[in-house]
């Protein structure tokens, strides 16, 4: 076996806390923002239908535990050829087998649509954060970041869709005759092979996009380190993202051997995906939260911030006039945060990110 396959204690104790902390995350980020009487924003509220799904994911993953469909050894059972027993055969049709079939179906129906509304809430922070004139069409960063969001937004609906019509509507063939699943269906392997693939393709460079807009502030050493290591919290669910890519590799590389049970190779696909999913809206949510433990050292860095030169360069001579004017007027608010900047205000790249420090 390529990994270890956790058992259903293990399973439970790292699921339930992580989705525990994941209800608290997304409730403390609403509360953040009224505490501070800001507007919700697209990003805050793409982490609601994200929560709810996840909730879901993790329903299914509980139920097949409750169900011994997933997270126990299948029985064995006797070859008619050879007499020889054998975990599990292409042809198996028994009630353990075929629940695990179904939970594996509609889990990674609703992993799709989750996953991808979790990255874009991220890139819609990101362009929060980094682009301050939104309506400006031309501008690089503004582009970049609305392409970001649309391709992550085709990502999951296509991915939706595949997961859900990969027998093409006859929906039985998926749950019986794995056979029948060959000669009859799209390469199932393939599809969860590019999936996976694709989403730690996209997973790595979500969590590095933010690297190069921060280096350019004009910041000490130290506070550019302190802001990126606030977005690079998403390691944690690019981690799981790899480990889920590098399962279905040597999945993909081993096929239908009849030597595997089947149904503990699900159970290893569906908790690496649960993983991601946790593990992603909780880093989502963190660095929404810093209102919530501001403190006097976090003032006194900010207070340092404001007197930093504005990188300028995408701004003409008004708006940097402008940058200082609303600079100035923010050192009198120090609770304020990405969320309150807008178009009007112009406040300067090294202030927002010092935000988040």
Not at 1 to 10: D, E, L, Q, T, V
Not at 105 to 132: D, E, P
Request: charged share 15%; hydrophobic share 50%; proline share 4%.
């Amino acid at each position: 076996m390529f990994m270890s396959i956790p058992g259903p204690a293990a399973i439970l104790g790292s699921i339930i806390p992580l989705l525990v902390l994941d209800i608290f995350a997304v409730g403390l980020r609403f509360y953040s923002r009224r505490k501070r009487r800001q507007p919700l924003q697209t990003d805050d509220w793409l982490t609601v239908p994200a929560l709810v799904l996840a909730i879901g994911l993790a329903s299914i993953m509980f139920y097949g535990i409750d169900s011994t469909a997933l997270g126990y050894p299948a029985p064995p059972m006797p070859d008619t050829e050879t007499g020889v027993e054998k975990r599990s055969a292409i042809t198996a049709s028994d009630w353990k087998i075929v629940t695990a079939r179904k939970l594996e179906y509609s889990f990674l129906v609703i992993f799709a649509t989750t996953n991808g509304l979790i990255k874009m809430s991220v890139l819609f922070l990101y362009r929060r954060l980094f682009v301050v004139d939104k309506q400006n069409w031309t501008n690089g960063r503004n582009v970049f970041f609305i392409t970001m969001i649309t391709l992550m937004g085709l990502w999951a609906t296509s991915y939706t869709f595949a997961f859900m019509f990969m027998c093409k509507g006859n929906f039985e063939i998926l749950f019986t005759d794995l056979l029948a699943v060959m000669e009859q269906c799209v390469n199932t392997f393939m599809v969860g092979y590019s999936c996976s693939i694709s989403d730690f393709i996209s997973d790595a460079l979500i969590v590095l996009i933010p690297i190069p807009f921060v280096w350019q502030l004009h910041l000490p050493l130290g506070k550019k380190l302190a802001v990126l290591g606030v977005f690079l919290l998403g390691i944690l669910s690019s981690g799981a993202s790899l480990v889920r890519m590098l399962w279905m590799i040597w999945a993909n590389h081993i096929g239908m051997d009849e030597a595997v049970d089947e149904g503990l190779l699900l159970t290893s696909e569906l908790y690496w995906c649960l993983m991601e999913i946790t593990l992603g809206l909780l880093a989502a949510c963190l660095p929404t939260l810093r209102g919530l433990v501001q403190t006097k050292s976090v003032d006194s860095v900010l207070r340092s911030v404001r007197n930093a030169l504005s990188l300028g360069s995408t701004s003409s001579a008004s708006q940097l006039a402008s940058s200082k004017d609303s600079t100035a007027k923010s050192s009198r608010s120090l609770d304020r945060d990405v969320y309150s900047v807008n178009v009007e205000t112009k406040v300067t790249q090294e202030d927002r990110a010092a935000h988040w420090v």
